[in-house]
């Protein structure tokens, strides 16, 4: 089994604000989701949440607000899960409900060296 | 105390192009790095590195495309998390990376995690 | 692994509470703020719990970040600070932490004086169902047209035009004073009456949504009750009402989907503990001196709650009947009578009478009469009935109608 990490980015000015029962929804989609994977015992660890700022450094003295902010997406938290494959990792990744927000899922794998 | 999550993106091109002892000395002045925010007790997780140039991005469950998320050239290669007080002290950390001495590009992003 | 499960509506509970005190807290004219500090809330809980699980207590959870962010929102927004300082200034120093108060008491009081503002007499009252809607249940604006069968940009129009209408008549959260909230609270009786009628009548057609709509109507009217000051016999006596009506909910409908009239209904389905709990609060109801029409409507429901056809079931029924008409016209409620006349007096009577009505334009009209010729003349029942198909505009109505003409 190797580790991969899924890393969820969104673009966070534009996520459809929907009422509170839609959301209610979309937060189980989640929490059904993830559960999903657990069930599998394939989540290593459920990893974290993101506050929406941030700082990024390129330099000594090049320090710029706010998250990466070259493309309209930013990274909203992180997960990493165990599988055989990275095809099989995909596989889990397809059921995650960033989608219906129009973000988007990286699946890398992680080093054990 | 707060975490902070540090997201570290290369240039995995410029970092091909330094020599076999420049990359070894890069990685013990990284391992410095790490060990001395440990030894001020401020690394709350290790992290892990990514393997270079592997991995998949999902747009929708049909979607699917290979590599890293490439955001300009730079992708991700790693991630720790580190505690500190406020952003500008992490900001400090960060600025001691041996990266920054290389002039290779790359930058780490850093963000608070949520801890409600 | 935290197997909890979410509570049903968890999000829409909460949202009503953010609302309604951060609305308070700041003023009505800036309920957009509100909107946006809630809908933040639910979108870092979709996230976090996505990746961390369900917390100990969602709903303290969601109340907590719901105050952070109205901090924060504070802290960066000194204009709208300084405006809702100024009268708490000069009493214990203020900081962004304690004008926040989420506290189930001050939730409490939030929400009663929110529907005061809402239930404004300026405001139309098809704009006050809709922001009751809204801001009172935390309904979304699809759920909302879909419970008033119409579209989103009506709705949206709706709401637009009234909470332009609460900035700038300058409507505030609180109570009317004491001699005043007798009055007021007459509108906001007709709107919670309404909101459950909508949910009870509009559509024959069993909908989640349209039941819950009633139970929210309840819920609403219930509140007022928990309050001393507007504890009144008429709150009461809508509270009776709506209890009654509800306790057929599971009869009304069989396993199709389609209406069940009373007539036809299995009483073992009614809910005994709804007729109960809608005796009780018509029992304290009656303890005014004031006779709304709340109070008649509730012993029309009440005598209901018998099946069997007895002379006083049907007496008490008429009576009631006619004082409801002194009080308040409708045409609805003169062909219920003209019924009840037929069952306490006699079917002969009842057509004299129904024929003075002339409602000839309403489908209801003509299936009264047709149901009181059925067994005297079938040939004008027929004509009646076939009138009455001609005039039903939805669906549901032309299959009963049709069903009366078959049975003929």
Request: overall charge negative; proline content about 3%.
């Given at each position: 089994m190797k580790e991969f990490l899924f890393i969820y980015r969104r673009d966070v000015n534009n996520i459809p604000k929907g009422s509170p029962e839609e959301m209610q929804i979309e937060t189980k989609r989640w929490m059904d989701w993830i559960g999903s994977i657990a069930a599998q015992n394939k989540l290593v660890n459920r990893g974290n949440r993101l506050e929406v700022g941030g700082k990024v450094v390129k330099g000594l003295s090049l320090v710029t607000d706010g998250p990466y902010a070259e493309i309209k997406e930013s990274i909203g938290g992180y997960s990493i899960v165990k599988a055989n494959t990275i095809e099989e990792a995909c596989e889990m990744a397809k059921g995650c409900p960033v989608f219906s927000i129009g973000g988007t899922v990286e699946v890398r794998e992680i080093s054990v060296m | 105390m707060k975490d902070f999550l540090f997201i570290f993106r290369v240039d995995y091109a410029g970092m091909g192009r330094l020599s076999a002892e420049e990359l070894q000395n890069v990685a013990a002045a990284a391992k410095g790095w790490i060990e001395n925010i440990a030894a001020q007790n401020k690394l709350a997780d290790k992290g892990n590195r990514l393997i270079p140039g592997s991995g998949k991005v999902l747009r929708s469950k049909d979607i699917i495309t290979d590599g890293p998320y490439v955001e300009t050239k730079e992708a991700i290669n790693g991630y720790l998390i580190i505690k500190s007080a406020t952003i500008e002290e992490a900001v400090d950390i960060a600025k001691n990376n041996p990266l920054f001495k290389l002039n290779i590009g790359g930058s780490i992003e850093i963000r608070e995690v949520s801890t409600i | 692994m935290n197997d909890d499960k979410l509570i049903p509506h968890l999000f829409r509970t909460e949202y009503r509470k953010i609302i309604a005190v951060l609305c308070k807290t700041f003023g009505l004219e800036h309920i957009e703020?509100?909107?946006?500090?809630?809908?933040?809330?639910?979108?870092?809980?979709?996230?976090?719990?996505?990746?961390?699980?369900?917390?100990?207590?969602?709903?303290?959870?969601?109340?907590?970040?719901?105050?952070?962010?109205?901090?924060?929102?504070?802290?960066?927004?000194?204009?709208?600070?300084?405006?809702?300082?100024?009268?708490?200034?000069?009493?214990?120093?203020?900081?962004?932490?304690?004008?926040?108060?989420?506290?189930?008491?001050?939730?409490?009081?939030?929400?009663?004086?929110?529907?005061?503002?809402?239930?404004?007499?300026?405001?139309?009252?098809?704009?006050?169902?809709?922001?009751?809607?809204?801001?009172?249940?935390?309904?979304?604006?699809?759920?909302?047209?879909?419970?008033?069968?119409?579209?989103?940009?009506?709705?949206?129009?709706?709401?637009?035009?009234?909470?332009?209408?609460?900035?700038?008549?300058?409507?505030?959260?609180?109570?009317?004073?004491?001699?005043?909230?007798?009055?007021?609270?007459?509108?906001?009786?007709?709107?919670?009456?309404?909101?459950?009628?909508?949910?009870?009548?509009?559509?024959?057609?069993?909908?989640?949504?349209?039941?819950?709509?009633?139970?929210?109507?309840?819920?609403?009217?219930?509140?007022?009750?928990?309050?001393?000051?507007?504890?009144?016999?008429?709150?009461?006596?809508?509270?009776?009402?709506?209890?009654?009506?509800?306790?057929?909910?599971?009869?009304?409908?069989?396993?199709?989907?389609?209406?069940?009239?009373?007539?036809?209904?299995?009483?073992?389905?009614?809910?005994?503990?709804?007729?109960?709990?809608?005796?009780?609060?018509?029992?304290?109801?009656?303890?005014?001196?004031?006779?709304?029409?709340?109070?008649?409507?509730?012993?029309?429901?009440?005598?209901?709650?018998?099946?069997?056809?007895?002379?006083?079931?049907?007496?008490?029924?008429?009576?009631?009947?006619?004082?409801?008409?002194?009080?308040?016209?409708?045409?609805?409620?003169?062909?219920?009578?003209?019924?009840?006349?037929?069952?306490?007096?006699?079917?002969?009577?009842?057509?004299?009478?129904?024929?003075?009505?002339?409602?000839?334009?309403?489908?209801?009209?003509?299936?009264?009469?047709?149901?009181?010729?059925?067994?005297?003349?079938?040939?004008?029942?027929?004509?009646?009935?076939?009138?009455?198909?001609?005039?039903?505009?939805?669906?549901?109505?032309?299959?009963?109608?049709?069903?009366?003409?078959?049975?003929?």
């Open positions: - | - | 703020i509100a909107e946006d500090i809630a809908s933040d809330t639910f979108l870092q809980a979709s996230e976090t719990w996505g990746i961390k699980g369900l917390p100990d207590n969602p709903a303290a959870w969601l109340t907590t970040v719901a105050k952070n962010k109205a901090k924060n929102y504070l802290k960066h927004n000194k204009i709208l600070l300084d405006k809702i300082m100024p009268g708490i200034k000069y009493s214990a120093p203020q900081t962004e932490e304690t004008i926040i108060d989420l506290s189930t008491e001050n939730i409490r009081d939030s929400q009663l004086k929110m529907m005061f503002a809402v239930c404004h007499p300026c405001i139309a009252t098809e704009a006050q169902i809709a922001l009751a809607l809204r801001v009172l249940c935390g309904f979304g604006i699809d759920e909302i047209a879909s419970a008033f069968l119409t579209n989103k940009a009506t709705i949206n129009k709706r709401l637009v035009r009234a909470k332009d209408k609460l900035r700038r008549e300058k409507i505030s959260i609180e109570l009317p004073l004491p001699d005043e909230i007798n009055n007021r609270l007459d509108v906001v009786l007709r709107t919670l009456y309404l909101l459950y009628n909508e949910g009870y009548y509009t559509s024959q057609n069993e909908n989640i949504l349209r039941r819950e709509l009633c139970y929210e109507a309840m819920r609403l009217t219930f509140s007022l009750i928990e309050n001393e000051q507007t504890n009144l016999p008429q709150v009461n006596a809508l509270f009776a009402l709506m209890s009654f009506h509800a306790s057929r909910f599971d009869a009304r409908m069989n396993e199709k989907g389609e209406a069940v009239l009373y007539d036809e209904q299995d009483e073992t389905l009614w809910d005994k503990k709804l007729i109960q709990q809608g005796e009780y609060f018509l029992q304290q109801s009656s303890r005014g001196k004031q006779l709304s029409k709340y109070h008649l409507e509730a012993g029309i429901a009440y005598w209901h709650t018998y099946k069997e056809d007895t002379k006083e079931k049907w007496e008490n029924i008429l009576q009631l009947y006619n004082q409801l008409l002194m009080l308040e016209y409708s045409p609805v409620i003169a062909l219920n009578r003209t019924y009840a006349l037929s069952k306490a007096n006699s079917i002969d009577e009842a057509i004299a009478e129904a024929e003075k009505l002339q409602l000839t334009h309403n489908h209801l009209y003509h299936t009264l009469l047709g149901e009181l010729y059925k067994n005297k003349n079938v040939q004008k029942a027929a004509f009646h009935f076939s009138e009455a198909l001609q005039l039903a505009k939805t669906p549901e109505d032309k299959q009963l109608i049709q069903r009366k003409i078959d049975a003929l």
